[in-house]
Every structure is written in structure tokens, then in C-alpha cells.
């Protein structure tokens, strides 16, 4: 048999297929209960315009999502966070952490810091991974690292924050802390699982 094919309880099917070489090939389940899910891309947006970079109709059921930053720049000086948000609209208040940069430290309440440079030359590389804590409170917590190319060149931002939301996470915004920089160059895209 070269594939499996599963219908669902009301419409639609599964189906599993085996590669096309000799010998055998086993997977085998964890005994728990879940749901499995691939690891989904969204869409690559390019940044070179607008003040903010939205990803919406994110489901229900993600627990982890990755922003990554290709070569992303802003017109300004202002740091680069992202902000989180449901059915409500993105929230802009409540975030607890901190970011450090070049041997000193910048706290955030307006978002997740992802990067603070002093130049609008730099561009930023890297990821921010923001995983679920707790779904009873919809609380998430992140970390990550972005590093910059050009002007201010190799030097590495990490920081680490925990945000709750009055709903389910449907949404995530990339922007910066004074809302009015306007992205120039680069890609920011996500995975979600």
C-alpha cells in the first residue's frame, strides 16, 4: 500500500503516504492527547512602508510563533517591539520585560523589545520566539535575538517578556516604541505552531 487515506466524521480527508523506496519506514505516536499541527508560514511582508507590520488570523490553537527579521529598517532611532493582540485589537500596555543592548538594558511596557539602535542605517536580522504560558489567562512569554548589519554592525539584542491578553491571540504587530517611525527596507515574516 503506498498511502492511507482518512475521511473525516463530515467531509474532507487525511492522507498518508509512504516514500517510494524499499525497506520500512516507522513513526511512532506519543500515548497523549493533542492536536497535531504543522508548522505554518505566513506571509512575507515586505517592510519598507508604514509605521506598523500587522499578521492577523493567527488560530486558535497556536502555542508558538516565531517573528523573523530580514534586513529590516526603520527612517528613526526608535526601538522595534511587537505588540501582541485578540479580537480586541492589538494591546499596547501591560507588557513586563526588558531588552538588553551594547552592555545596557532598556525596559518595555508598551511591547516586546526586539531592537534598540541608535541609527536609522542599521538593519535587523534575526528572530523573536513568543510561546503560550498559561491559556486559562492567554499569557506569553518571549525571547529572542536580532542582530545588525550597516551602521552599528554585530551587535547582538536579546530580550525577554511576558504579556497576558484579554482574549485568544489572534494578531501580532511589529512597530516601534514611538509608533511614528516608518519602516524602509527589509522582510518580517512568522511561523506559528
Do not use: C
Not at 508558538?64 to 534586513?71: K, L
Not at 479580537?87 to 538588553?100: F, P
Not at 499569557?139 to 539584542?157: L, P, R
Amino acid at each position: 500500500m503506498a498511502s492511507l487515506v482518512l475521511s473525516g466524521d463530515t467531509s474532507g480527508s487525511i492522507t498518508v503516504s509512504a516514500p517510494a523506496v524499499s525497506g520500512s519506514n516507522t513513526q511512532t505516536l506519543v500515548a497523549t492527547t493533542g492536536t497535531l499541527a504543522p508548522i505554518v508560514s505566513g506571509t512575507s511582508q515586505a517592510s519598507t512602508s508604514g509605521t506598523s507590520i500587522d499578521f492577523t488570523n493567527i488560530p486558535s490553537w497556536v502555542k508558538r510563533i516565531t517573528v523573523m527579521f530580514n534586513g529590516v529598517s526603520t527612517n528613526g532611532t526608535s526601538a522595534t517591539i511587537i505588540q501582541l493582540g485578540d479580537s480586541g485589537g492589538i494591546e499596547t500596555t501591560g507588557y513586563l520585560g526588558s531588552m538588553s543592548y551594547q552592555a545596557a538594558q532598556a525596559l518595555y511596557t508598551t511591547g516586546i523589545g526586539v531592537n534598540n539602535t541608535g541609527s536609522a542605517a542599521a538593519l535587523r536580522h534575526g528572530s523573536t520566539i513568543i510561546t503560550l504560558v498559561d491559556s486559562s489567562t492567554n499569557t506569553w512569554s518571549a525571547m529572542g535575538v536580532v542582530g545588525t548589519t550597516g551602521v552599528g554592525s554585530g551587535e547582538t539584542y536579546s530580550s525577554g517578556s511576558v504579556k497576558s491578553l484579554s482574549a485568544t491571540l489572534d494578531r501580532v504587530r511589529i512597530t516601534t516604541v514611538n509608533g511614528t517611525d516608518t519602516f524602509d527596507a527589509g522582510t518580517i515574516n512568522i511561523l506559528y505552531e
